[in-house]
Structures are given as structure tokens and as C-alpha cells.
């Protein structure tokens, strides 16, 4: 899927997605303990979400952890604001594996390329 890629490539994207992803991830957590919490995300969780996930098959075989954080960044940033998921869908889904943050972001980026998928006829 040509657009996948592109999203991918798009460095701004990966730029903002990182400041986004500690902010859903923070928010996530916040709501699930009932207090304010700042965290960041780690490249290694996202890098092995993105390993188990489908959009694997976008990116390049021998992709560094570095690069695999900023591709699901990147995919997370553009759904979120070309608006394919709300900020409520994002913190669902990451709630509800929030112990193992992992599995939660694998779920919410194979969320993301479903949507794509099924919106890939419309310009998102």
C-alpha cells in the first residue's frame, strides 16, 4: 500500500507522532491509576509493536530500533490528525493492555492500517 510508505517516510510526522505517543500513552496511564502521570515512551516498546504488527511488512528488513519508533509514530500522527481514530479510540486501545504497553501499541497500530485499509479508495 503505496500510501502506507509515504506516511512512513514523512519525518514531520515521525517528529510530532513522538510528542503524541508520550502524550496518548501518558493519558492512558493517568486514567488508569487516577493521577497525573508524565511518561515517555520507549523506542524498544514501539519498535517491537511495530516487529508484531502488519505495518512490519512496510518497512525495511533490517530497520533499527530507532527508525521502527518513528514509522508507528509517524502512522499514529497521521491517524490522528487526518482524524481516522479520536483521541477517546486511542486511549481505549491502550488501555485496555495497559500493563503490557507492547501488546497495546501492536493493537493500536493494526487498528490504524485496518482503517486505512478500508479507507484506502478515499483521500484520507
Known amino acids: 500500500m503505496r ?3 509515504s ?3 514523512d519525518k514531520g ?3 510530532f507522532g513522538d510528542s503524541l505517543v508520550n502524550f496518548l500513552f501518558s493519558l492512558a496511564v493517568t486514567k488508569s491509576l487516577g493521577k497525573p ?3 515517555r515512551m520507549d523506542n524498544r ?3 517491537e509493536a511495530v516487529r508484531r504488527s502488519r505495518l ?3 518497512i525495511p528488513r533490517r530497520t533499527d530500533r530507532k527508525a521502527a519508533g518513528d514509522y508507528a ?3 499514529i500522527a497521521y491517524a490522528w490528525l487526518k482524524k481516522i481514530m479520536t483521541t477517546d479510540e ?3 486501545i491502550i488501555m485496555s493492555d495497559i500493563d503490557k504497553p507492547v501488546n497495546a501499541f501492536k493493537n493500536l497500530i493494526e487498528k490504524i492500517l485496518e482503517d486505512l485499509t478500508e479507507n484506502a479508495d478515499k483521500d484520507c
Open 13 to 15: 510526522l515521525a517528529s
Open 56 to 58: 512490519r511488512s512496510f
Open 37 to 39: 502521570t508524565g511518561l
Open 45 to 47: 516498546v514501539l519498535a
Open 3 to 5: 500510501k502506507v510508505e
Open 90 to 92: 486511542f486511549i481505549e
Open 73 to 75: 509514530e509517524a502512522i
Open 7 to 9: 506516511i512512513l517516510r
